[in-house]
Each structure stands twice: as structure tokens, then as C-alpha cells.
Nanobody, 124 residues
Framework: QVQLVESGGGLVQAGGSLRLSCAAS????????WGWCRQFPGKEREFVAA????????LYADSVQGRFTISRDRTKDAVSLQMNNLKPEDTAVYYC?????????????????WGQGTQVTVSS
């Protein structure tokens, strides 16, 4: 049974940086794109960033463009999200996801696999 395991969340001051990581365990996900979403209290999950299986194409939400960078390690089923210049409004639970269908990963947010979520808190 494949599981996505996340790490790297925590508390940081505004303007600071955090790096989130996510890796698959229990098996391989095969051909699959990777992404990150976040969820604010009482809200639905929203798209943050995604990267194609090849790593050649990335997509970002407008709110994080220029501050966040998604990358993946093709030698293993893993993805990272480097978050710079963090703002208090970035405070949320962040989830990684993987899915072979780009639309399901970036628009409908219905991937095959979700991570368990990691809390990111940015203080002002």
C-alpha cells in the first residue's frame, strides 16, 4: 500500500523560509505527476504548485508565484517545496499529492494519493 510521507513543516517568522518534503513509501507510484495543496481552517483545499513527471513543467498558484519552488527527485518517488518570503497568510496545513492525470492534480484536486498533511505556521 503506497503512502506519501511528508516532513518539514513548522513555525517560522514572516519573511522566513521552510522546505517541505514528501516521499512515497510502501511501493512505487510509477508514472505520476506531483503537487502540493494547502488547506486553511474551515476552507477547502486549494492548489499551490505542481510538477510533471519529467520535471520539465511546473505550475504555481498566483499567490505563491515567485516565492515557492517545487522540485522532484526522479531517482525516487519524492517531491519538495521550497517556500521563501513566507507570509502569515501562508499559514495552513500543506498536503503533497501524486496523480498521473494533470487535471486531477491541478484542477479537480482528486489525486490517487494524498500525504497526511504538515502544519506550516507563519508568525507576524
Amino acid at each position: 500500500q503506497v503512502q506519501l510521507v511528508e516532513s518539514g513543516g513548522g513555525l517560522v517568522q514572516a519573511g522566513g523560509s521552510l522546505r517541505l518534503s514528501c516521499a512515497a513509501s510502501g511501493g512505487s507510484v510509477g508514472y505520476s505527476h506531483w503537487g502540493w495543496c494547502r488547506q486553511f481552517p474551515g476552507k477547502e483545499r486549494e492548489f499551490v504548485a505542481a510538477i510533471t513527471f519529467s520535471g520539465r513543467t511546473t505550475l504555481y498558484a498566483d499567490s505563491v508565484q515567485g516565492r515557492f519552488t517545487i522540485s522532484r527527485d526522479r531517482t525516487k518517488d519524492a517531491v519538495s517545496l521550497q517556500m521563501n518570503n513566507l507570509k502569515p497568510e501562508d499559514t495552513a496545513v500543506y498536503y503533497c499529492a501524486t496523480e498521473a492525470d494533470w487535471g486531477r492534480l491541478t484542477r479537480s484536486l482528486t489525486p490517487r494519493f494524498w500525504g497526511q498533511g504538515t502544519q506550516v505556521t507563519v508568525s507576524s
